[in-house]
């Protein structure tokens, strides 16, 4: 079964907003990985957060982890219309997804 | 970079006929995944490798099987293809073995499967 879950299922601001979505997993990680896919296209790797790492920065992106609560978020500063796309949380092994938010930034 | 090649963009197979999906990856990497990719479900694994000839079953095996008979290829094969396995295949590796956790994967393209 899936392992992440992503929340909200869609999501839509205005250029220059933040946009924030969560992850909640099931089972203990060794750590858990942000993706971006462009429409039709392959994932991209954005971040990877360490179980022991409460909160991790990489550019206008920043990710927190909170093992108590099996839950993790992606948050993206002052957007713009190329981060238009969804985005997908995965842990485990096997590298399990969730169904992922999709992020429409409007101009 | 490291390279996800993925044998077909586009790929239009009639119902009952053996489907062979390629996947190659330049970087040496010990896992390789395929997945499945349908509207409002994300990503499903289907099959998973960690090595050569070694595989695991993901979520959705039925109606599937793998190959890996060389480190750099993962064969992903619908043995008698349905018009339910329409769908985006996505193929992936990542370098860490299985007993170390997982490392960013790299994604192919995708092969977008019609049967018909």
């Known amino acids: 079964s899936q392992q992440g879950e992503e929340d909200p299922q869609a999501l839509s601001i205005q250029e220059g907003e933040n946009a924030t979505m969560n992850c909640s997993y099931k089972t203990s990680i060794n750590n858990l990985q942000w993706y971006r896919q462009n429409s039709g296209r392959g994932l991209v790797h954005l971040i990877l957060?360490?179980?022991?790492?409460r909160e991790k920065h990489s550019g206008r992106l920043r990710v927190t982890l909170d093992t108590s609560k099996k839950s993790s978020s992606l948050l993206i500063t002052a957007s713009r219309a190329a981060d238009t796309a969804s985005y997908f949380c995965?842990?485990?092994?096997?590298?399990?997804f969730g169904a992922g938010t999709t992020v429409t930034v409007r101009a | 970079d490291v390279k996800v090649t993925q044998s077909s963009r586009y790929l239009v197979k009639r119902t009952g006929e053996k489907v062979f999906l390629e996947c190659v990856q330049d970087?040496?990497?010990?896992?390789m995944f395929w997945y499945r990719q349908d509207p409002g479900l994300g990503l499903r694994l289907i099959y998973f490798?960690?090595?050569?000839?070694?595989?695991e079953k993901g979520d959705i095996p039925e109606g599937y099987s793998v190959s890996r008979e060389k480190k750099e290829r993962f064969s992903l094969i619908l043995e008698s293809a349905s018009t339910n396995q329409t769908s985006m295949y996505l193929c992936a590796s990542s370098l860490s073995g299985i007993k170390r956790g997982n490392t960013e994967a790299f994604f192919g393209q995708g092969t977008r499967l019609t049967v018909v």
């Open positions: 490798s960690y090595d050569v000839k070694m595989k």
């Open positions: 957060i360490r179980s022991n790492e």
């Open positions: 970087m040496d990497h010990e896992n």
């Open positions: 995965a842990t485990g092994y096997k590298l399990s």
